[in-house]
């Protein structure tokens, strides 16, 4: 992945620590400024996951990028016809193996990659929870399986209430822990390998 983890023990150990969370809980809240390495930590533990034999599939939502509708789905007042979210797609085709989702992956993860907003955050409460169902409009309850995870990778935690952060585990990434140092190194190596890879194309 082009990537300096050799020189990062910080990074290994939050990429462990990270698998520890998910081992014990199904909801994971990764906080941390924007740069402090939150999605490549998660993505280097799917990558060793699925190369050591458990393969992990994800999914990506920016829940602040639609509406409370549009995530979750929404009943039509007048037809009472049901329109389903993104969210709920999502979660009921992994949770019977349909479309990308295979009943061969181990884990099966949903990130949550945006500033938690009371909005959206609650109506996640019940799939937080002991409960481990998401409850719809429609009547409809989408339970969480055994492989699936609920990954919330967000800056903070200013607008989430105490009920909201103690349902799921915790992994916070400091500025610190992997610095400027690796994205530099990383840089040079790929600046390194264009220059190499022109001049083989010129001579």
């Known amino acids: 992945m082009n990537l300096q983890a050799n020189a990062e023990d910080l990074f290994v150990l939050k990429v462990v620590q990270l ?4 081992d ?29 034999g458990m393969d992990t599939i ?12 549009e995530l979750f789905g929404c009943m039509n007042p007048k037809s009472k016809e049901w329109k389903d979210g993104v969210l709920s797609v999502i979660m009921r085709d992994m949770n019977k193996n349909n479309g990308p989702y ?10 949550l990659d945006g500033d938690v907003d009371p909005e959206w955050i609650e109506s996640l409460n019940t799939v937080m929870d002991d409960n481990k169902v998401l ?15 609920l990954i919330l990778e967000v800056s903070h ?22 610095g400027w140092r690796p994205y530099f190194d990383s840089w040079i190596a790929g ?3 264009s220059d190499d890879d022109v001049a083989d194309s010129v001579f």
Not at 19 to 22: G, R, S, T, V
Not at 102 to 111: E, F, L, N, R, S
Request: glycine fraction near 6%.
């Open 19 to 22: 698998a520890e969370i998910l």
């Open 24 to 52: 014990v809980r199904h909801c994971c809240f990764i906080i941390g400024n924007p740069g402090a390495a939150k999605t490549t930590i998660w993505k280097v533990l799917a990558g060793a996951q699925t190369m050591g």
């Open 191 to 193: 600046y390194k390998k």
């Open 157 to 178: 935690l200013k607008n989430a209430t105490p009920a909201t952060v103690s349902r799921g585990g915790v992994l916070f990434v400091n500025d610190s822990d992997v």
């Open 58 to 69: 994800y999914d990506i939502i920016d829940p602040k990028a639609v509406s409370a509708d």
């Open 102 to 111: 295979k009943p061969h992956h181990k884990y099966k993860w949903i990130i």
């Open 135 to 149: 409850t719809l409009v429609s009547q409809e309850r989408i339970p969480l399986t055994p492989p699936m995870r």
